[in-house]
């Protein structure tokens, strides 16, 4: 298995709402990434789990939190959200932070909040 | 952190031979040029990666001058099905990280 399977494809959320965005690998990976990407803009990242433990958090706001519930999982708990949260959102591994290449991306959860 | 620039947009048409040009002035030492394609609404893909001088594999080829304040990712014989973005990234490798530059949107014509 070669991929990062994000679920759901599609998310429409109202402002009061609570939801989560799930990420899966089973590539053996022992890292994992959050990116925020806004229309016809450049992936940013917002966080990096690195062997299940929180290494990077880009000062995402704490509407957005992440959970690793172990090696192959990756979450996304949204709350409160605003409507300029509103993206796809890209779930991607790596074997391991030392590593530069080979990042495996999902294909995204298009995020909207209305 | 050093950022990477390239063009906004380029055109092509099927079988020519592309060449997008990146720079970047403030490389360190120990980071990596790597370049990535995305389609819309899709995950961006990696296509190939690399420190200087030139390394190619079966889709694309990568040419880094001895300063390595540029990179040029060159696409053989492209279809319409290259129409994308490409992404000119460094792996920043004081702190581990890929950081996107801003892309280039290939459009390739028949």
């Known amino acids: 298995d070669t991929e990062v399977t994000q679920t759901p494809k599609h998310l429409v959320m109202g402002m009061t709402n609570k939801k989560s965005l799930k990420c899966e690998q089973h590539?053996?990976?022992?890292?994992m990434y959050w990116y925020k990407q806004k229309a016809k803009k450049p992936p940013e990242l917002m966080f990096v789990y690195s062997y299940e433990k929180l290494s990077i958090n880009e000062s995402v706001p704490s509407r957005f939190s992440p959970e690793c519930p172990n090696s192959s999982l990756l979450n996304l708990h949204l709350h409160a959200l605003q409507p300029e949260d509103s993206a796809l959102y890209l779930c991607a591994s790596s074997q391991d932070r030392e590593v530069g290449y080979g990042y495996t991306f999902g294909s995204g959860t298009r995020l909207t909040v209305v | 952190l050093a950022k990477t620039t390239q063009p906004i947009s380029m055109d092509s048409y099927e079988g020519q031979e592309v060449n997008i040009t990146c720079s970047h002035n403030n490389i360190a030492t120990n980071d990596y040029i790597t370049w990535y394609q995305q389609f819309p609404s899709q995950g961006p893909r990696f296509i190939i990666q690399g420190y200087k001088t030139k390394v190619t594999n079966e889709v694309a080829s990568l040419f880094i001058p001895a300063d390595r304040k540029s990179s040029t990712l060159s696409l053989p014989r492209v279809s319409l099905s290259d129409t994308a973005v490409y992404y000119c990234?460094?792996?920043?490798?004081?702190?581990?990280?890929?950081?996107f530059g801003s892309g280039t949107q290939l459009t390739v014509l028949p």
């Open positions: 990234l460094l792996f920043i490798g004081s702190a581990r990280q890929l950081t």
């Open positions: 590539m053996g990976h022992r890292a």
